[in-house]
């Protein structure tokens, strides 16, 4: 190969993150014409005509909503009649029309708290004729913080750190978490009528489940508090979540409580979903740039979930094999979606990152190979970095600058080894969230 193994990953992983860029896909796939917005000239959206009773508001919550807003805004201008949204610290826009509040994630904070506190303010008086797009990007559940009636923010934090700390799958978390809030799991739907209203949605989710991106507070909910009460269980933790939360799952359980709108119901029947960007999109553009790039390309999944540990060992051992059945020919194996980590240490890192150096134990010692595995949104677990490369070089070195690969593993402190090796990959926010690309080269 002419171009390095490294700037080979980066730029198919680069590729992967253009193709699901929100502020594109709504410029090149959007329009307004007259008093219409349309999507691919498939599906329209009426809005208020200039001089008419009816407001447009843009509302919305989620790590990449600012990238979603800024196109709307230069599109609808004056339009907009009022608009709120809610995005993790560190990933807010300048815009005009429409606020932006920063606050906690994945650990929901009291910024959040009363900035979702003005977003439901904001949905006061609504009119048949007003009409709502909301934006709604992964990072949305904790974000959108609104606890149920009887419970408080430091009980939705503490029962978010639990199921974190468990490595629950997100479906999991969202199922728990839907049943904790006053906005999430389709309730806020209900605030939306009887205006009509658009979600526009990023997928951060294996599957694009609606109901479970960002705990689909404009979504039908088909998940019970009955089963909220099985995952809890299921890892452990119904004694150690706060006694409110378990009251309240209970009372639920019961029947004493109201359950999350289902589907069918009246509330849903003025609000519309689209799926602007998902992981598969990105997907397919990495595969593309690594085709252009000269690599034989293969998909390991579309949807990778499950352990981290298994797939990073699964991933690696399949790309070892891939290039050992055709030496010479230079091989891109590529995974897209999200997997879980059990964190059961106290060091730094994420579930990128403890892929990447998992994987690199599979490859110890193998040359030319390399795998990058980053985070879409910029960001792995509490950390500054996307992710990290690592080759068949990484414990070598890394026992060279006096450090335990095997140790830093069982401490859940990849990035300590990462940063320290110079092998993080660090993006900043990047304006989208659709999971997480793992790009595996063999030359």
């Known amino acids: 190969m002419s171009i390095p193994l490294r700037d080979a990953a980066l730029e198919i992983f680069q590729a992967g993150l253009r193709a699901v860029q929100p502020e594109h896909l709504l410029q090149r796939r959007s329009r307004v014409a007259g008093d219409r917005w349309t999507w691919d000239d498939d599906l329209s959206f009426d809005l208020p ?37 809610i995005v993790k610290h560190g990933h807010g826009l300048p815009l005009t029309r429409i606020r932006v509040a920063e606050a906690g994630h994945p650990l929901p904070d009291a910024a959040g708290l009363a900035a979702t506190a003005q977003l439901l303010g904001d949905l006061g008086a609504l009119r048949p004729e007003d009409r709502i797009f909301f934006l709604l990007t992964g990072g949305a559940s904790a974000l959108l913080v609104a606890p149920a009636p009887g419970l408080t923010l430091d009980d939705k934090v503490a029962t978010t750190r639990l199921l974190l700390q468990a490595g629950a799958t997100i479906q999991e978390m969202n199922t728990v978490r839907k049943h904790l809030s ?22 951060d989710v294996v599957g694009d489940d609606l109901s479970s991106i960002g705990s689909g507070p404009t979504a039908p909910d088909p998940t019970t508090f009955g089963q909220a009460i099985e995952v809890l269980a299921r890892y452990r933790l119904l004694d150690r979540v706060p006694s409110a939360v378990r009251r309240r799952l209970d009372r639920g359980a019961a029947g004493h409580a109201p359950e999350t709108p289902k589907p069918g119901q009246p509330a849903f029947s003025g609000v519309r979903h689209v799926i602007l960007a998902s992981n598969e999109l990105a997907l397919g553009a990495a595969c593309q740039q690594a085709a ?7 998909v390991f999944t579309h949807n990778m979930a499950g352990s981290t540990h298994e797939q990073a060992r699964t991933f690696a051992t399949r790309l070892l094999d891939r290039a050992r059945r055709a030496p010479g020919r230079p091989m891109a194996l590529l995974a897209g ?19 990447a150096l998992v994987a690199a134990r599979e490859i110890a010692g193998s040359a030319s190979t390399l795998i990058l595995s980053a985070g879409t949104d910029g960001t792995d677990g509490p950390t500054d970095a996307a992710g990290a490369y690592v080759d068949g070089t990484t414990f070598a070195r890394a026992r060279s600058h006096g450090l335990d690969p095997e140790a830093i593993l069982r401490n859940n402190d990849a990035h300590r080894l990462f940063d320290r090796l110079g092998d993080l990959l660090r993006t900043g926010p990047t304006g989208t969230n659709v999971m997480d690309l793992i790009v595996g080269l063999a030359a």
Do not use: D
């Open 49 to 85: 005509p200039p001089g008419s009773a009816g407001r447009l508001l843009v509302l919305g919550a989620g790590k990449a909503a600012a990238w979603l807003a800024r196109p709307l805004e230069e599109m609808l201008g004056e339009r907009i009649a009022a608009g709120r949204i």
């Open 182 to 203: 006053a906005a999430k799991g389709g309730r806020l739907a209900a605030r939306l009528a009887p205006a009509a209203a658009l979600t526009l949605v990023v997928s």
């Open 292 to 298: 252009a790039l000269g690599f034989r390309v293969e």
């Open 337 to 355: 979606g999200e997997t879980t980590l059990a964190v059961t240490g106290t060091g730094l890192g994420g579930r990128n990152q403890e892929f």
